[in-house]
């Protein structure tokens, strides 16, 4: 650590004092030489300063604790119903190395060890009580490489910085639907998006990757180098590692692309419309209704919709929803890709109240349309589809650790909003809703759902084995927990 973010540190404080340059008045009143922190297995811990100004001392970026100017900005992340936690200390990582030292930091004390990227986990997983967070977010640059069509990304990267690099040379690759996600946990979980159906997620446009691992080695995963280190962090979230880079596949995109936000009445015939027209379209339509509350508080089908191809061609396969009675008002056009990949990233903005579960349904079928019509008409929460198929189905269930190759749809239900007081009651219709959606879904998305751990490891289906070897070869003492994870068994 520079010497002058050290003399900040209020740990590092009670031990500058001892040193040439740093006055004993940095030192709080109620520092002492040790720093309480929890181990990966709850138990309460006492870090030496010291070994903390060692730690401190051995990095390009910035060690936080508790009392330090800029710990509570560090801490942040997305969902504010994770507000109130506080690590014992974040690692503000700038450099390989910095992760290397502060993986190698907490293994060898057996700290419970967070991982922040964009920070955008729906359970707050990237953050902890009393544990040590890797914090990525300053390790975003991202460059393109035209002639290979490939792009490198920092694993701090938020999928705003891959967007606007890849359009800049009228390329793309498949990113999510918020521009402040972060590529960490998105890419390693799955990664889809509005080109999915088109491009492939996001880990099958993955070329490669460098991992941080638990031993604190850095590791190259590619088709050639470490395939099945490569296989499981495509799709078992950051059970592996700490993913530095990522090097993406580009393809070519014209980022004006046609399309735009319908609405129609929500009703059986809209949802009897949505599953026929899925079965029709190419693979560069994605069609994504979300039932909300309209105007007047009755439920509406607001669909948005974007062609990522000819637009002549768009115009041509699209037609059939402009022509279908139900649309109420909206019309489809060519407009820039940038202001869709953007145009939640307010209503979806950090610090609110969040709680979502999703699943993957392999067909509209009239039995989940039913429960559909049912909840989401009573209006307490907020539902939506995400179009899958196309690409993204035409890979082997076994081909990367994802295992859901032959679902149409992932849909999602959520609550979100401003006041804390209202969490009990909506998360008990999300969940109502869920129960009722169940016996029609097929598995869930790891990145959207928290759910009990044996049912996290079923939704690898048999995949699982093969991620169970890997994470005692790569992560035995499972330092890498706050995930949906994986358990070793050595
Ligand atoms: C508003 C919003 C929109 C979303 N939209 C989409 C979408 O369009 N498509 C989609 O597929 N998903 C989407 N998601 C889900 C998203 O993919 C997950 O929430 C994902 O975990 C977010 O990644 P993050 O890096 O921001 O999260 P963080 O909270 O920073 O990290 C979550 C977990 O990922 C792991 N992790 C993060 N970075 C790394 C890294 N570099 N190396 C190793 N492990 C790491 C850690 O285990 C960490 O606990 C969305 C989520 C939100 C909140």
Wanted: glycine share 10%; aromatic share 8%.
């Amino acid at each position: 650590m520079r010497r002058r973010t050290f003399c900040k540190s209020t740990v590092a404080a009670a031990v500058a004092a001892t040193l040439p340059g740093c006055s004993s008045d940095d030192r709080p009143a109620d520092v002492g030489s040790l720093i309480s922190a929890i181990s990966a297995d709850g138990a309460e811990l006492s870090l030496e300063s010291a070994s903390v100004a060692e730690l401190a001392d051995s990095l390009a970026g910035r060690l936080f604790l508790q009392a330090d100017a800029g710990y509570d900005a560090a801490r942040q992340v997305w969902n504010g119903m994770f507000d109130e936690k506080r690590p014992a200390m974040i690692v503000q990582c700038t450099a390989v190395e910095d992760v290397v030292h502060a993986v190698t930091f907490a293994r060898e004390r057996g700290l419970l060890l967070s991982v922040k990227c964009g920070g955008h986990s729906l359970p707050g997983k990237s953050t902890s009580d009393g544990g040590l967070m890797i914090d990525l977010s300053q390790m975003h640059s991202v460059d393109v490489d035209a002639d290979a069509m490939q792009l490198r990304a920092d694993g701090g990267s938020l999928l705003g910085h891959i967007d606007g690099a890849a359009s800049a040379h009228n390329t793309m690759t498949t990113t999510g639907i918020v521009s402040h996600t972060g590529a960490g946990g998105f890419t390693l979980g799955g990664g889809f998006g509005r080109t999915d159906r088109k491009m492939g997620l996001a880990i099958d446009n993955l070329l490669a990757a460098t991992v941080v691992t638990a031993s604190g080695d850095v590791v190259r995963a590619s088709a050639d180098e470490n395939p099945d280190l490569f296989w499981g962090l495509r799709g078992g979230g950051g059970n592996f590692g700490i993913a530095t880079e990522f090097v993406y596949r580009l393809h070519p995109f014209n980022p004006t692309v046609y399309g735009g936000t319908l609405i129609y009445r929500f009703d059986r015939d809209f949802l009897d419309f949505y599953a026929e027209l899925h079965e029709t379209l190419p693979d560069e339509a994605n069609i994504e209704p979300s039932f909300v509350p309209g105007e007047d508080g009755k439920t509406i089908a607001l669909v948005e919709v974007v062609w990522c191809g000819d637009h002549a061609a768009g115009e041509k396969n699209l037609a059939p929803m402009l022509a279908n009675p139900g649309l109420v008002s909206g019309e489809l056009a060519p407009f820039p890709y940038h202001d869709i990949q953007t145009a939640a990233d307010g209503a979806l903005g950090h610090g609110k109240q969040y709680y979502l579960k999703s699943s993957f349904l392999k067909e509209l079928t009239p039995e989940a349309a039913d429960v559909i019509i049912e909840f989401a008409n009573r209006g307490a929460v907020g539902s939506w589809f995400q179009h899958l198929g196309g690409a993204t189905s035409r890979i082997a269930a076994d081909a990367t650790a994802y295992a859901h190759r032959d679902v149409a749809f992932n849909f999602g239900i959520m609550y979100f909003g401003e006041d804390p007081a209202q969490n009990e009651t909506k998360i008990a219709a999300v969940r109502e809703y869920y129960k009722a959606m169940e016996p029609h879904m097929a598995g869930f998305y790891t990145n959207l759902n928290d759910d009990d751990e044996k049912k996290t490891w079923g939704n690898y289906g048999e995949n699982y084995p093969r991620l169970v070897k890997l994470k005692n070869r790569y992560d035995p003492t499972n330092l890498f927990r706050l995930n949906a994870n994986i358990r070793p068994d050595v």
